[in-house]
């Protein structure tokens, strides 16, 4: 097993590829492109694209290197039995979870808005984790799936930092996985979140993970 120095805040983390997995959280349409659930809930879908260019490299590096690459994706059954009435009733979008968009049915699986966008797209062997909840372990396999492959690391990309980054991440460390940020490779409709969102996780030593960014991963797994 060949260990490497990963440059990130609190500090650099020693990391081996095998034992790595690198999680891109809800890359979708649904999430970056107009006429999705992003968007409906009155966001600037725009800020999002920052993070496809760095997660593609991220990907990249993670492929080269052999590392388990897995997809998240959040959305619905089509007959919405598992969307609690109270995330569906939640403030004041310009259409519903299920209600009919230009991408199809709003965070419904199996929507054109629901796929990952172009570029990000899974390869043949990469999990993806259909997930109904913010973060990615609950109600999914992604715990048998981590453990089932001795990983003990988790490198975190995706949207949205303050979301379904930061939930998933909660979720990994208090399960025992050490977690990286990808700072570059996140985004947020909310620039300050985003940035605030990074500083909690390394905050007091690194109270919920460490933070780096893609130029770092590439650099270290190189
Ligand atoms: C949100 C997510 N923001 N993927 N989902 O509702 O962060």
Redesign the pocket.
């Known amino acids: 097993m060949t260990t490497v120095l990963l440059q990130a805040e609190p500090g650099p983390i020693p990391i081996a590829a095998s034992r790595c997995a690198l999680v891109i ?2 890359m979708q349409r649904d ?1 970056l492109e107009p006429g999705g659930f992003g968007e409906t809930l009155g966001n600037d879908v725009s800020l999002l694209q920052a993070a496809v260019g760095p997660c593609r490299a991220a990907l990249a590096a993670a492929r080269d290197a052999g590392m388990l690459v897995v997809h998240t994706r ?1 959305g619905h059954r089509p007959d919405l039995l598992d969307a609690p009435r109270a995330k569906i009733d939640r403030g004041a979008p310009s259409k519903r979870i299920g209600d009919p968009g230009p991408m199809g049915r709003i965070l419904i699986r199996g929507e054109p808005g629901h796929d990952i966008v172009p570029g990000l797209a899974p390869v043949d062997g990469e999990p993806v984790i259909d997930k109904p909840g ?1 973060g990615a372990f609950h109600q999914t396999d992604l715990e048998q799936l981590l453990r089932n492959n001795a990983i003990d690391t988790l490198i975190v990309c995706g ?2 930092t303050e ?2 980054v930061h939930t998933t991440i909660r979720e990994a460390n208090d399960r025992g996985y050490r977690c990286v940020a990808l700072s570059d490779a996140c985004a947020s409709y909310f620039p300050e979140f985003h940035r605030i969102g990074l500083e909690m996780i390394k905050a007091q030593g690194g109270i919920f993970g460490w933070v780096s960014d893609t130029t770092s991963f590439v650099t270290a797994l190189d």
């Open positions: 959280i809800d999430f959040e913010k949207v949205t979301v379904c």
